[in-house]
C-alpha cells in the first residue's frame, strides 16, 4: 500500500489564485518531508524541505513567499501556490525521508498544477 | 555536490530488443541508488533500489547494476515490449536524505 498520499492529484486555477497541495505520511511519523518540481520533460529538481514545528528550507531559486509550506503535524505538510501564474504550471510531488540507508524512497503521486 | 546524468535522452527501439541505460553520478558517496518509471503526466514507479554494497539488482526483465567506484549504474532491460515506454529516471540519496534525479531516458519500445 501506498506509504505517502498526496492530494488532489490533478487541479486547475485561474491566474491569481491559490492552491494548496497536501502531502500525507501514512505508515509513520515524519518530522521531514521534501517537496519537488517537475517541468515538461524536464527532471524532478528539490524545491524545499519541510520541517516539523519549524520553517521550511528552500532551494536557492525558489521563493519562498510563493510557495508557502506549512508542517503542521507529524504526518502532514502541505504547499500553497499562492497568487499562481502559468509559468508555475508544473508537476509537483512530495516524498519523505528515507527510512533507513537500505531502504527505497516514498513519493507521494503528484499534483499536476494547471493555471489558466 | 551531487550531480546525477543520464544518457541517452531519449531511446526509440523495436519491440523485443535488449537495451542499456546509462546513470552517472559525481559522488560516490551514496547508500544506494534507484531506478524509477515515470509515465506522461503521471507519478514515479520504483523499479529497482541497489545499495550500495551490491553490484546488481534484478527483478523480472529488468537488471540494474552498479559500480560506485566509477559513479556509474546501468539499467538494462531485456526484450523490451512497447509497454515498457516511458521515462525512465535514476536518483540517489543526498544530505538530509532527499534524493537528485537524473533528467531521466525517455524510451520509446515501436511494435
Known amino acids: 500500500g501506498a506509504v505517502v498520499s498526496q492530494h488532489p492529484s490533478w487541479v486547475i486555477c485561474k491566474s491569481g489564485t491559490s492552491v494548496k497541495i497536501e502531502c500525507r505520511s501514512l505508515?509513520?511519523?515524519?518530522?521531514?518531508m521534501f517537496w519537488y518540481r517537475q517541468f515538461p520533460k524536464q527532471s524532478l529538481m528539490l524545491m524545499a524541505t519541510?520541517?516539523?514545528?519549524?520553517?521550511?528550507?528552500?532551494e536557492q531559486g525558489v521563493e519562498k513567499d510563493k510557495f508557502l509550506i506549512n508542517h503542521a503535524s507529524l504526518t502532514l505538510s502541505t504547499l500553497t501556490v499562492t497568487s499562481a501564474h502559468p509559468e508555475d504550471s508544473s508537476f509537483y510531488i512530495c516524498?519523505?525521508?528515507?527510512?533507513?540507508?537500505?531502504?527505497?524512497?516514498?513519493f507521494g503521486q503528484g499534483t499536476r498544477l494547471t493555471v489558466v | 555536490k551531487q550531480e546525477v546524468t543520464q544518457i541517452p535522452a531519449a531511446l526509440s527501439v523495436p519491440e523485443g530488443e535488449n537495451l542499456v541505460l546509462n546513470c552517472s553520478f559525481t559522488?560516490?558517496?551514496?547508500?544506494?541508488l534507484q531506478w524509477f518509471r515515470q509515465d506522461p503526466g503521471k507519478g514515479l514507479t520504483s523499479l529497482l533500489l541497489?545499495?550500495?554494497?551490491?553490484r546488481e539488482q534484478t527483478s523480472g526483465r529488468l537488471n540494474a547494476s552498479l559500480d560506485k567506484s566509477s559513479g556509474r549504474s546501468t539499467l538494462y532491460i531485456a526484450a523490451s515490449q512497447p509497454g515498457d515506454s516511458a521515462t525512465y529516471l535514476c536518483?540517489?540519496?543526498?544530505?538530509?536524505?532527499?534524493?537528485?534525479f537524473g533528467a531521466g531516458t525517455r524510451l520509446t519500445v515501436k511494435p
Open positions: 516524498s519523505v525521508p528515507l527510512l533507513t540507508a537500505n531502504t527505497e524512497a516514498f
Open positions: 505508515d509513520f511519523q515524519a518530522t521531514t
Open positions: 519541510s520541517n516539523e514545528g519549524s520553517k521550511a528550507t528552500y
Open positions: 559522488d560516490s558517496a551514496i547508500y544506494n
Open positions: 541497489i545499495q550500495s554494497s551490491q
Open positions: 536518483a540517489v540519496p543526498y544530505n538530509n536524505n532527499d534524493m537528485r
